[in-house]
C-alpha cells in the first residue's frame, strides 16, 4: 500500500534555529500533501496544504513566514520551522492521499522540542 | 462552528466486549466522506474505515464498522470484541465536496482504554 516517509522522527534544538522536516510520498506521486499540528492529547490542527509546483495554502492564523513549505516535486513535500522558539515545540505529522482519494496516509511524524 | 464532534474524551472497555465511539458531524455538501482514524502512543495515524456519503450501507473493515446514520449526521465507529492492542486515541474526519483529495477536517478525538 501508499506509504509515506516523515523524518525526522524527533529533533531537540535551540531557540532561534530552524528545523526542517521531510514529507515523502514512496511508492506514488503526491501533488497535494497536507501538514498538521497536533499538541499532547488534542486534535490534529490543519497549518497548510502543500501543492507541487506552486505555493502552499496555509490556514487562518497560521504564518507563513514563520512556517515554511516547499513542495518542490512530487514525492517531496518539506516545512521549515524558522527561528523556532519554545511554543513551537509541537507534534509534527504530513500526510498525503493514495491514488484512488480514499486514504489518506500519514507520516510517522515529528517531535519538534525547542529549548 | 465545530464541523466535527465526539463528545467522548474517554471510554473504557472490557476486553472481547464491543465499543462505540461517537461522531456527529456538520456540512451542508451533499457530498462528504467519513474517516476514522486510531493514533497510538506512538503517535502514528492509522486508517480504520471510510464511508462516502452517497454509500448505502454502513462500511465495514474487519473489527470495526461505521454506524452511518445520514439524518442524524452521525458516524459512529463499533469495534468489536476489543482488544488489549485496541487502546488508543480515535479520530474521526471529514473530507467535505467532491475534491478527493481535499483536506480533511478532524473531531477532538476518544481516547479508548481497554482493560484485561
Known amino acids: 500500500g501508499a506509504v509515506v516517509s516523515q523524518h525526522p522522527s524527533r529533533v531537540i534544538c535551540k531557540s532561534g534555529t530552524s528545523v526542517k522536516i521531510e514529507c515523502r510520498s514512496l511508492?506514488?506521486?503526491?501533488?497535494?500533501m497536507f501538514w498538521y499540528r497536533q499538541f499532547p492529547k488534542q486534535s490534529l490542527m490543519l497549518m497548510a496544504t502543500?501543492?507541487?509546483?506552486?505555493?502552499?495554502?496555509?490556514e487562518q492564523g497560521v504564518e507563513k513566514d514563520k512556517f515554511l513549505i516547499n513542495h518542490a516535486s512530487l514525492t517531496l513535500s518539506t516545512l521549515t520551522v524558522t527561528s523556532a522558539h519554545p511554543e513551537d515545540s509541537s507534534f509534527y505529522i504530513c500526510s498525503a492521499w493514495d491514488r484512488g482519494g480514499e486514504k489518506l496516509f500519514f507520516g510517522s511524524g515529528t517531535q519538534l522540542s525547542v529549548l | 462552528a465545530q464541523k466535527i464532534t465526539q463528545t467522548q474524551p474517554g471510554m473504557f472497555v472490557q476486553e472481547k466486549e464491543a465499543v462505540t465511539l461517537d461522531c456527529t458531524y456538520d456540512?451542508?455538501?451533499?457530498?462528504?466522506?467519513l474517516f476514522w482514524y486510531k493514533q497510538p502512543s506512538s503517535g502514528e495515524m492509522i486508517f480504520l474505515i471510510y464511508?462516502?456519503?452517497?454509500?448505502?450501507q454502513n462500511a465495514t473493515e474487519g473489527r470495526y464498522s461505521l454506524n452511518f446514520q445520514k439524518a442524524r449526521k452521525s458516524a459512529n465507529l463499533v469495534i468489536s470484541a476489543s482488544q488489549l492492542g485496541d487502546s488508543a486515541m480515535y479520530f474521526c474526519a471529514m473530507r467535505e465536496g467532491l475534491v478527493s483529495y481535499g483536506k480533511l477536517t478532524f473531531g477532538q478525538g476518544t481516547i479508548l482504554t481497554v482493560h484485561p
Open positions: 464511508q462516502g456519503s452517497y454509500d448505502q
Open positions: 502543500s501543492n507541487e509546483g506552486s505555493k502552499a495554502t496555509y
Open positions: 456540512t451542508s455538501d451533499p457530498s462528504y466522506g
Open positions: 511508492d506514488f506521486q503526491a501533488t497535494t
